[in-house]
């Protein structure tokens, strides 16, 4: 099966234009903000947590080209992971969405000026799109979350231990995994 491209409306592509240009400042950002949370968890580093909240923003990059719909299940599925890891990491669910949101709020912060300078249209348009996608990915890290815990308590027949979720090596593996196929998807556009 090809991949199927569907071009992308001038303003979504300069919004990921702007994304990508500005990645690593927003990955800093947003991991400074959730810094307190990521050291009370010593069994995932800092920077494992960068690395996926990196690989979050690359998808989110993607997502604002011709292959966004093909690149959906990566989006759903990277946001699961993230859910995974934030339960490893002892977050509590509404944690989750908070640290997914404060995403959020940098992208409006750092968009604002070039979606209020689009015609209405495209301003409305992409300001929507962006924050649907951000409401299915916080879905997506919740159910991940959610089965997290739901696993760990089947595993252990409902008596919680100290240790709790994938080790720190299986969480970089996954991140290896998330990042080949986004690559794959970027070889296949071009």
Not at 5 to 14: C, F, G, H, K
Request: glycine content about 6%.
């Amino acid at each position: 099966m090809g991949l199927t491209i569907r071009p992308s409306n001038p303003a979504l592509e300069s919004v990921g234009r702007v994304l990508a240009a500005n990645r690593e400042q927003l990955v800093s950002r947003w991991a400074r903000w959730i810094g307190d949370r990521m050291s009370q968890a010593p069994q995932v580093r800092r920077p494992t947590v960068e690395r996926q909240l990196r690989l979050l923003v690359d998808i989110l990059v993607e997502m604002t080209g011709p292959l966004r719909r093909r690149i959906t299940e990566l989006w759903f599925d990277a946001c699961e992971f993230y859910g995974q890891t934030a339960a490893t990491r002892g977050l509590a669910a509404g944690e989750v969405v908070e640290e997914v949101q404060h995403l959020r709020e940098i992208l409006i912060r750092d968009l604002a000026e070039i979606i209020a300078a689009l015609p209405a249209r495209y301003s409305m348009a992409t300001f929507l799109r962006l924050n649907r996608l951000l409401d299915r990915g916080i879905a997506h890290a919740v159910v991940g979350y959610t089965d997290a815990l739901v696993q760990l308590l089947f595993a252990q027949r409902g008596v919680l231990l100290a240790e709790q979720g994938p080790s720190e090596e299986k969480i970089l593996d996954r991140l290896q995994q998330l990042e080949a196929e986004l690559e794959a998807f970027r070889r296949s556009a071009h």
